[in-house]
Structure formats: C-alpha cells, structure tokens
Nanobody, 127 residues
Framework: QVQLVESGGGLVQAGGSLRLSCAAS????????MGWFRQAPGQEREFLAV????????RYAGSVKGRFTISRDNAKNAVYLQMNSLKPEDTAVYYC????????????????????WGQGTQVTVSS
C-alpha cells in the first residue's frame, strides 16, 4: 500500500493555472502507474490523466488534453498535474491515485483499476 497526499489546490480565476502535487510514501512509487482524477458535487469521479511508472505511456481525458500535463519524479516519489487555461467547469476535488503493476507501460483510465487514493485537494475556478 502507498499513502498519497495531494497539495496545491486553491481558488483561481478562469484562464489561470495551478500545479497540483502528490507525495507518495510507504512503498516506492516506481511500481505504480499514477493517475489524477476529479469529482465535482453530484458527479462521478472522472479520469483526467495517467502516467506509467516507466514514463513511457501517458493518457489524458479529452476534456483536459492540451490544457493539463501530468509528470512524475520517481526519485522524489511525487507526481504532478500542471493545469493551464482553467475553466469554471474544472472546479472539483482533485485526487491522485496509484495502480500497482509489474508492467512498466501500464496506464489505466478506469478508477476501478487503482489501488490507493489520496484525500483530495479542492480546486475552485471563478468566472
């Protein structure tokens, strides 16, 4: 099991940027695909981005492709989500998640394939 703690959320105006961080502890992150999800009130948890532990595979949801960038630093046990051109509809609680795998290019987008989750960080985008 890996423990995940997100940070970097906050209030930003539409068109602005935020960078979310996720710190992992407990097990080495290099055995995990790392993903970002979000959940707005009354809505399902939505996949945003994932990066395989090798870094060789990256996937994005269509709603954020071209605006959000996922990166990871296995040496620091951290994963990041750079969010640009933010919109009011990006307002949600953002979660990082870890999917254990022996496949270095594994990059799942289904939330059911993730083993561990952080507590989330609130992102609010004002119009």
């Amino acid at each position: 099991q890996v423990q995940l703690v997100e940070s970097g959320g906050g209030l930003v105006q539409a068109g602005g940027s935020l960078r979310l961080s996720c710190a992992a502890s407990g097990r080495t992150m290099s055995s995990y695909a790392m993903g970002w999800f979000r959940q707005a009130p009354g809505q399902e948890r939505e996949f945003l981005a994932v990066r395989s532990w090798s870094g060789g595979s990256t996937r994005y949801a269509g709603s954020v492709k071209g605006r959000f960038t996922i990166s990871r630093d296995n040496a620091k046990n951290a994963v990041y989500l750079q969010m640009n051109s933010l919109k009011p509809e990006d307002t949600a609680v953002y979660y990082c998640a870890a999917a254990y795998t022996i496949n270095s290019n594994y990059a799942p987008f289904s939330r059911w394939e993730y083993d561990d989750w952080g507590q989330g960080t609130q992102v609010t985008v004002s119009s």
